[in-house]
């Protein structure tokens, strides 16, 4: 499997590890039944070598694998605390047998338990040297439900910004208030793009990205509807109360980052383009919550966009991966 522009060695943000064991596996199986979405036949049963044979077919040098959502929020505190440990000690086991090929994003135990994610937090960053950490949008659902935006995540905020740390945010597998429309659209197809969405403009309107401006955050999927969505919520925001105005609202919205898994094709990178500096434009694949063939197909997009323009084409592949991650070169 080979992208249609070989091109400098990629480097992908959003790569997905999956540890093994019935717990895990037990949680994955609960995520595929309540969302719809099937995974690619042996993505439970991930190992380093099963990423590094993908990433040699599709030119991947580096991954920085993140665990996918919120998958351990029904189990208990403790336990949660110690499958975040788990996690991130395979992730940094996986930096250290390949070097160069991998990073990772630390997870941390649901963080509205925020003594726990601290915990982690400090633990992933000081004694694993995590590359950052990953989020989703939304923490528990209906009234229970906490935005990253909410008063309880604010310690943690200050701790992230503090330490300027990377974030990978990615929206949760939350599904819509009726049923999904037909098997063809589950809850990753038609709504996790548009929570990605939702947790940027919460995070801008909350005031919380301007409050902490030290914390580089990556939406995933090009951030889902985000770029197409941003105006609306200047004008309508600030009709309804919020403070900044709508040109600060726009700009806030361009200091994220925005990765290409599962979004690449033109008419994203054409409003992504339009929407942010070249800076802000990362590779992404998804792997191996998707098939080697599927990522493909959006990776063949981004190369043929940019194949006129090689200079951006490296810029995007692995230049800005550079400057986020110096270590990485």
Known sequence: MTASTPGPARVDFHHHIFPSGELSESLQRTLAAETGWRFPIGAMRWTPETSLAFMDGLGIKTAILSLPNDLDRNLPAQQRRTFARDVNALARQAVDDHPGRFGFFAHLPTPTDIDAALDELTYALDELDADGVTFTNVYGTGEQAHSLGDDIFEPLWAELNRRGTLVFLHGEQTPGRNRMPNRFLPTPVSEVPNETYKAAADLVTSGRKRQYPNVRIILSHSGGSTPVLAARVAVLSHYLGCEL??????ADFRTFYFETALSGFETNLVALENFVPPNRILFGTDFPAVSPEMASWYTNNVD???AAR???????????????LPGLA
Do not use: D, K, M
């Open 304 to 306: 043929n966009h940019f």
């Open 310 to 324: 090689p200079e951006l084409l490296a810029q995007v592949l692995h230049g800005n991966a550079h400057a986020l």
């Open 245 to 250: 105005t709508p040109e600060e609202i726009v």
